[in-house]
Each structure stands twice: as structure tokens, then as C-alpha cells.
């Protein structure tokens, strides 16, 4: 397979875009769709600081060093959640993490579409904010207490990320909060809430999710239109070393089994993942689930301020019984 635009050997053929590319302008492609992709769903401008949500995974990585050389003030939060039984995956995420921020990789111009020249490029900032050392357990003991050792530690995970990522944005005054989600990921979770109708879940799946009152910050996806092969091929061309293994808790859940099922239908028509997505962003953009976007009054935490949907303590407070632990 030959790049269209240099007849050199390709690193990726796009089947759903009919675009086979080289690596040089594979990368330049990967920059010119994200900048298109920000632009598009007015996600932030190059005045705004952004707080880029890592994991030391191939997409995260690969946003922040996609935004770092597109102009962008970016900074990383890695949040360590303390999975490592039976392969140490948090500690290996951040090692990864560290290594992509300590390393010269984000500074390096590959291509003549980096906006910024290495020199005058945001130097980022990574945060790191440990579960066990600020609230005393891991992810995976919290869970086990909660659940009384039942099912996968992921819904008070998930909780406790959510928690995390806005308090830390809107703490240290970043306007955005940037999550490297894909296609494949949105895919998947727009099938499952299809399935269900899960209407409300419909209304709030974006690209962009503004900031609804103070305290909340504005969450964005700017490589939403990438698919995961995409991703990774980035990840591979702009030498970025991560992760290659999934928290261990993510292996055979229901997200994952949609996203084989996806990966059959996209293999048997090309492009198929993408159009589900694109036209279902177009009828949420026609008002389709408009009434279905619930205007709940929200309030602020007796303990940690944060706006919660019922009064009294949030449900992070309440999962972790803060009441006057380290905030
Ligand atoms: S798979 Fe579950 S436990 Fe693992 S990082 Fe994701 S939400 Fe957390
Ligand atoms: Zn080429
Ligand atoms: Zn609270």
C-alpha cells in the first residue's frame, strides 16, 4: 500500500476514509483532523488552559502530545488508583506517564504542520494524584468494602475519576478539562445506551459537555473522530511509549464485548462506526434528545463544596466517608 500523497510505503490505509498515508503525512493528517475537530465543536482556544486527563494508555498520551504541538496549554493529571494485582498496571501507567513528560518526544517536530516551533511550545505540567496516599485506599479496597467484594471495582472507580478530574480543574483554574476518548469508545457506550434508550445518557453524550454552573468544568473529546487503530498509529509514528495492557478490570466487560461485535460490523462495512456516530451527533444537534437533557438543580457538598445532585453529602463523600479527611 502506497501513501496517496507521496507513493512512499503507507503506515496506515484508512479503509473508511479510502486514504492510505506514509508516516509523515499520516502524523500531519493527525494534527490538521484534531485542530478541525477543536475548531468544529468549539472545545477551547490557545488562551485557555487545558487539563488533559492521562493514564499512561496510547490515546491520552497521544492527545497531549497532539495538543502540546498544535499550540495548546496543556497539562496532564494522572490519577493513580492503586490497580496492581495481579500485574502492576497503575504503577506501569505512571511510569509511562512520567517517562512521555521527562522525555523529549512531545518536543519533537516531526512534520511542517507543528504550529509551534519546539522552543516557544508550552512546557506541561503533570499532576499526579495518588487515591490510596490523599484518601487512605486504593480503588480496588475502597470497592471491595463497598460492594462487599462483589463485581468489578469499576463504578465506584469511575466515581471517584469524575470526582477527581473536576476538582483538580477547577482547583488549579484550568478551563478544560480534555479526555483522549475514540471512536471505538463512543461507539461502544452510544450502542449500549441505544440499546437501553437510555435517553438521558443520549442527551449527554458529546464532544463537548460545557460547564453547567460553577464548580464544573467544560469536558472535551477532541480525538473523538479518530478510531483506536488511528490512535495507535499515531502513538507508533511519533515514537510514544505506553501502555499496552487494559486495567485488568476492563477485560471481558460489556463495553469491551459491543466493541467486538462493532469491530465485525466495521470489518464487514467499512466506515460504519463512524456514521453511526456522526449522524447521531447530527439529530442530538436538531434537538432530537434535547427534552430528554434533565435541568436538575444542583447543590454544593456539606463537606467538599462540589455541586451534587441531592443536598447533603456527594456521593464521592459518601462513598468514601469524608468527613473530614484530606481534601
Ligand atoms: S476498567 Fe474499571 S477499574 Fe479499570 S480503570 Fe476502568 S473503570 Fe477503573
Ligand atoms: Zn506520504
Ligand atoms: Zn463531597
Known sequence: MRC???????????????LALCGTHYDEWVLAQTDRAIEKYKMFTHDERILVAVSGGKDSLSLWDALLRLGYQADGLYIGLGINDPEPYSDVSLEKTRAFVASDVWRVPTTESDVTSPGTRHTPLLHVVDIEQTYGKTIPQIAREKARGQGRPCAACGLTKR???????????????ATGHNLDDEVAVLFQNTMRWQTGY?????PVLPASREGLTR????????????????????????IYDECPHAVG?????????????ETESPGSKLAYYLEFLRARSEGLFEKFNPTTELHDCEVCGQPTTAPGRCAFCRMWDVSALVQ
Open 253 to 265: 466487560n460489556l463495553t469491551n464485548f459491543y466493541k467486538t461485535l462493532l469491530n465485525q460490523l
Open 163 to 177: 470526582y477527581v478530574m473536576n476538582r483538580i480543574a477547577h482547583d488549579k483554574g484550568y478551563a478544560v478539562l
Open 4 to 18: 496517496k500523497k507521496c507513493n512512499t510505503d503507507a503506515v496506515i490505509n484508512m479503509r473508511h476514509h479510502r
Open 202 to 206: 443520549l442527551a449527554r453524550q458529546a
Open 219 to 242: 469536558k472535551v473529546k477532541p480525538f473523538v473522530r479518530f478510531y483506536e487503530r488511528e490512535t495507535a498509529t499515531y502513538a507508533l509514528v511519533r515514537g510514544i511509549d505506553y
